[in-house]
């Protein structure tokens, strides 16, 4: 029997929210109501102008979690779907604790005066939410997200142990821009330019911003370069997959955004240290948000194809084995969709199926949970259904490392 549709509420108007909408919209067997909300109710409206199907909007202050909780008490959602700022992760959490709603989001929280993110504050949630009756489920777009699932699923169906995770994360398309970030400027560009770090031997080890990078030979975009970042996927990883041994996480960049982005951090403008300025504080990285292209004006501009996805090695059996297992996204053919580039769309549409799996309740359980503690074979179908497809490719055990 399947349950009653549900009613979502999507807080964040940006790129990702657009593509939630429209993915919601696409099952109403699941979300037989939507409410779009932000802090610029046109930026809603516009969104809902684009869908054949009714979606409520409304005006929400996210950080303000007295007029969250009356927004939900006022319209009474079944689960919130997070794809606001990271910023304002604690404050609609702590509006869905108060409210009685169930809570998904894409990214974990990061404190705004401080270049770091970390489950460290979600994960002292998870008595609270299970003491109410709710589920919380943490970090639901790609990376992390589905790469926390891929890992689940490598574990359960392909290997005894998992020792070895390298993620890779690759975006070959081409907005033919100078410069522009293909997420939140304020968010993307904190992330590149902090200190890289991966997990190895039991501990976590430092690498200077960008310093570790090759070329690399990737599935149908073939050879980019890949940097090695920091990203929240390894945090709760390590915590949740026995055995690891290391685990590492790799971006690729052109040359050409290096160069403005080395630019940018000599004279200044990549600070979060406020400034005054004609008798002002101004962030300079806020105001380098407000001239660089809106990432969602990138959505009709972008040609070429993402491939995001784990190389994982281990033990089956006794014997060495190795895996990739990735999903090709194209950019246009994510704009002919849902008038957003790739980037917009691997992240929302994982937000989309994390709901779809707390709805039907297929991972429904209290508390705080992130990805990879759930069954990973009913979120893998439901990628392969709503636009994700992936496959698996075996290497050979002893080819060598990524590095």
């Not at 994982?312 to 084995?321: L, S």
Request: some cysteine.
């Amino acid at each position: 029997m399947n349950p009653e549709p549900k009613h979502v509420l999507i807080i964040g108007a940006g790129g990702v929210g657009r593509v939630v909408v429209h993915k919601c919209a696409q099952v109403p067997e699941v979300f037989g109501k939507i409410t779009l909300a932000s802090r610029t109710k046109a930026k809603c409206d516009q969104i809902a102008a684009e869908i054949d199907y009714p979606i409520d909007t409304r005006a929400v202050d996210a950080d303000n979690v007295a007029e969250t909780v009356a927004l939900m008490r006022e319209i009474k959602p079944d689960l919130l779907i997070n794809v606001a700022l990271p910023y304002q992760d604690l404050t609609l959490m702590e509006a869905c604790l108060e409210a009685g709603v169930h809570y998904i989001d894409t990214a974990n929280y990061e404190p705004k005066d401080e270049a770091r993110f970390s489950y460290e504050y979600q994960w002292p949630y998870h008595q609270r939410f299970k003491d109410a009756g709710l589920m919380a489920l943490l970090g639901s777009g790609f990376d992390p997200g589905v790469t926390n699932v891929f890992s689940a699923y490598a574990l359960k169906h392909y290997f005894d142990e998992i020792h070895y995770i390298d993620i890779l994360d690759c975006n070959a398309g081409d907005h033919g821009l100078p410069f522009a970030t293909n997420f939140n400027p304020e968010i993307n560009i904190r992330e590149i330019t902090a200190k890289g770090r991966y997990w190895e031997a039991g501990e976590w080890k430092e690498t200077d911003p960008l310093e570790w990078h090759r070329p690399y030979d990737f599935p149908v975009v073939g050879e980019k370069e890949i940097y090695l970042l920091y990203h929240e996927e390894m945090e709760s990883l390590v915590k949740h997959i026995p055995g690891l041994k290391r685990i590492r996480f790799w971006m690729t960049f052109g040359q050409k955004y290096i160069t403005h982005l080395n630019v940018l951090q000599n004279v200044g403008m990549t600070s979060i240290e406020p400034i005054d300025f004609q008798g002002q504080k101004i962030v300079p990285i806020e105001f380098l948000r407000a001239v660089l292209p809106d990432p969602a004006s990138l959505g009709p501009l972008t040609k070429g194809k993402t491939v995001i996805g784990n190389i994982i090695e281990g033990i089956k059996d006794g014997k060495k084995r190795k895996i990739y297992i990735y999903n090709v996204c194209d950019h246009e053919e994510c704009y002919a969709e849902v008038k957003s580039q790739a980037i917009s769309y691997t992240t929302g549409v994982p937000a989309m199926i994390g709901g779809k799996m707390l709805a039907t309740g297929a991972w429904m359980k209290p508390g705080v949970w992130n990805m990879e503690q759930n069954d990973p074979d009913p979120f893998m179908d439901a990628l392969n259904q709503h636009g994700l497809p992936w496959e698996v490719v075996e290497l050979d055990p002893d080819s060598p490392p990524v590095w």
